[in-house]
């Protein structure tokens, strides 16, 4: 008879087998974070976790049974009813995500166009964290929670403290093709980059005269976003 492994002693690493069995669970809840809105099939999250499709049914099943995902009718899986609860708990507890909400209110309201808030994941990407939509028919909405690279985006650069000469940064179709996209940076405490506020418009609508004003509207904003977290006198 083989008798089960002992649980380790507290602050101790566990067997690496099991180690490995959450790494890889928690690569198939990223690819399923990251991936389309109508939710990703078993082939799609095998192949960007790099597993086979045996064993990515299997830790697919384990994270809806705990309701870390759920599946659809077509065999889809979407983030489940649990991961939104913790995404709800951090969230409200996330002085930025709190603070900036005023800021994205008015930025939609004197733009008309869609206001977002964005953070960096690691070094290769970017989170869309809040977004606001402006009032007008047709908007650039649909980001929040969805992950973009961060190289040759707004976003990135704004992130990497490369915002430009006005404090701000432009980039037209790198998210979609008819999509432009200003973005300018946030600073906490210390001075250190936490964040980017951005707007995102219609290329048709947005020449040069509205890319100006919403970019020194973004400088505004994030400086004063800036202030409240703390950066005051950073020279932030």
Do not use: F, K
């Not at 020449?207 to 409240?228: D, N």
Request: glycine share 16%; hydrophobic share 40%.
């Amino acid at each position: 008879m083989v008798s089960a492994a002992a649980d380790p002693p507290d602050g101790q690493p566990g067997p690496p087998g099991a180690t490995r069995t959450v790494e890889r669970a928690l690569d198939l809840l990223d690819a399923v974070v990251a991936g389309p809105r109508d939710g990703s099939s078993l082939s799609e999250l095998a192949r960007a976790a790099g597993l086979s499709p045996a064993t990515a049914s299997r830790l697919l099943g384990t994270l809806v049974a705990r309701g870390l995902l759920r599946r659809g009718e077509q065999g889809e899986y979407r983030p489940g009813p649990a991961l939104t609860a913790i995404a709800a708990s951090v969230l409200r507890s996330d002085t930025l995500y709190e603070l900036a909400g005023p800021h994205l209110e008015e930025l939609a309201r004197e733009t008309g166009e869609t206001a977002n808030l964005g953070i960096a994941v690691d070094a290769g990407r970017a989170l869309y964290l809040r977004q606001v939509p402006g009032g007008r028919l047709v908007q650039a909405g649909g980001w929040t929670g969805r992950t973009i690279p961060r190289r040759g985006t707004a976003m990135g650069w704004a992130l990497a403290g490369e915002p430009g000469p006005h404090g701000y940064v432009v980039r037209s179709g790198a998210l979609e093709p008819d999509v432009v996209a200003i973005a300018a940076p946030v600073h906490g405490p210390g001075g250190g980059i936490v964040a980017a506020l951005t707007i995102l418009a219609p290329s048709y609508r947005t020449g040069e005269q509205e890319l100006e004003r919403y970019g020194l509207l973004l400088v505004e904003h994030c400086a004063a976003l800036s202030l409240a977290l703390g950066a005051g006198g950073t020279g932030s």
